[in-house]
């Protein structure tokens, strides 16, 4: 059988390879890999991690053609797991990862949790993503200003809305055209009249470029979008019109403004700079090698606590009054935390 197969095995932890996909503690859970429907002598294998154990469950077959194994859900920890395919002369391994000739890591398997709680109005939400700067400016009193600052080789510029935006070289995502907080809450009625019940917003943190992924202060909203307190009257309108609102938010990475990292710079031995990851050759490490976006590292017991396990964490805090936001949506997610794979680290 030629190679070609391969790319027709699928799983991933979804409704149509788990069920039930939100199981309680002790339930017992189907899981399924799809396979080719030409696929011939094969033996698959659903192998788990469950209480300290490692377990290997014959999968059976359902067409069109899945290879399906139960198991009970864990009492005091997630499931992991991954298929094993078994050839005449060769074995490959389903996971995170796709098919590999080699079996994978806890990290790279499969994971489930039990007793997840989900926001069920998600899956019927009608959702209107904004880019804040190009969306309305509502309160001239607040923006960039032309020529306030630089940074990345470039210079704040500011335009109008009947203008294009900067080519990247020209730009260098500077190019300010100053929609802000209070131009989204003044469009409320054209959302509602569109069928729209919940927004989500591009970062609104404080940051130096337009796409604000940049973040240089997660406690608060940038004030060129009107500040905290813009933030907090927009979600309340947004709740007094029944809708919802969900902001963009990267705690994989700070932007070189950030007070942490030149703290990092200034004294290796600070708090700050075991937030980040050190390279051999001294440098801190970036985002897929972005210079203007180091990437933290989570192994920092204190910087887990300050973005999201402490109650005055920044992703605590504006979940309750007065903001009331109704959730997050994580950047790059699934690399959060994930620098350690680099080769170049010590």
């Given amino acids: 059988?030629?190679?070609?197969?391969?790319?027709?095995?699928?799983?991933?932890?979804?409704?149509?390879?788990?069920?039930?996909?939100?199981?309680?503690?002790?339930?017992?859970?189907?899981?399924?890999?799809?396979?080719?429907?030409?696929?011939?002598r094969v033996t698959v294998f659903l192998m788990a991690y469950v209480s300290g154990e490692f377990l290997r469950v014959p999968c059976t077959f359902q067409q069109p053609y899945y290879g399906v194994a139960e198991i009970d859900m864990p009492e005091k920890e997630d499931l992991f797991w991954y298929f094993a395919l078994v050839l005449e002369k060769k074995a490959y391994y389903y996971s995170q990862l796709g098919l590999t000739g080699s079996v994978p890591s806890l990290m790279d398997s499969f994971r489930l949790i039990a007793d997840l709680q989900i926001a069920s109005w998600v899956s019927s939400a009608t959702c209107y993503q904004i880019f804040p700067d190009r969306f309305k400016n509502g309160d001239p009193s607040c923006g960039a200003k032309e020529g306030q600052y630089m940074f990345d080789g470039g210079k704040v510029t500011t335009h109008a809305f009947t203008e294009r935006p900067l080519d990247f070289e020209q730009g260098r995502c500077l190019d300010f055209f100053n929609g802000d907080l209070k131009g989204i809450a003044d469009s409320l009625d054209h959302f509602k009249e569109i069928g729209v019940d919940t927004l989500y917003l591009n970062p609104i943190g404080v940051s130096r470029t337009t796409h604000r992924y940049d973040c240089c202060d997660f406690f608060h909203i940038d004030e060129k979008l009107g500040g905290d307190e813009a933030f907090a009257q927009l979600c309340q309108?947004?709740?007094?019109?029944?809708?919802?609102?969900?902001?963009?938010?990267?705690?994989?990475?700070?932007?070189?403004?950030?007070?942490?990292?030149?703290?990092?710079?200034?004294?290796?031995?600070?708090?700050?700079?075991?937030?980040?990851?050190?390279?051999?050759?001294?440098?801190?490490?970036?985002?897929?090698?972005?210079?203007?976006?180091?990437?933290?590292?989570?192994?920092?017991?204190?910087?887990?606590?300050?973005?999201?396990?402490?109650?005055?964490?920044?992703?605590?805090?504006?979940?309750?009054?007065?903001?009331?936001?109704?959730?997050?949506?994580?950047?790059?997610?699934?690399?959060?935390?994930?620098?350690?794979?680099?080769?170049?680290?010590?």
């Fill in 1 to 40: 059988m030629k190679d070609n197969w391969k790319c027709e095995v699928d799983s991933m932890v979804s409704s149509q390879y788990v069920y039930p996909l939100y199981p309680k503690k002790g339930n017992t859970v189907t899981l399924r890999i799809k396979l080719p429907s030409n696929m011939e």
């Fill in 237 to 346: 309108k947004l709740h007094e019109h029944g809708m919802k609102i969900i902001i963009d938010i990267s705690i994989n990475h700070t932007g070189t403004e950030h007070p942490w990292l030149k703290k990092a710079k200034e004294d290796t031995k600070s708090p700050e700079a075991s937030y980040y990851y050190t390279l051999s050759d001294g440098s801190i490490a970036c985002w897929q090698d972005v210079p203007t976006l180091p990437q933290l590292n989570y192994t920092s017991k204190d910087l887990r606590i300050l973005m999201y396990q402490g109650k005055e964490s920044a992703m605590r805090i504006f979940l309750r009054e007065p903001y009331n936001q109704d959730g997050w949506r994580l950047d790059v997610a699934n690399e959060v935390g994930r620098a350690w794979k680099r080769s170049t680290l010590p």
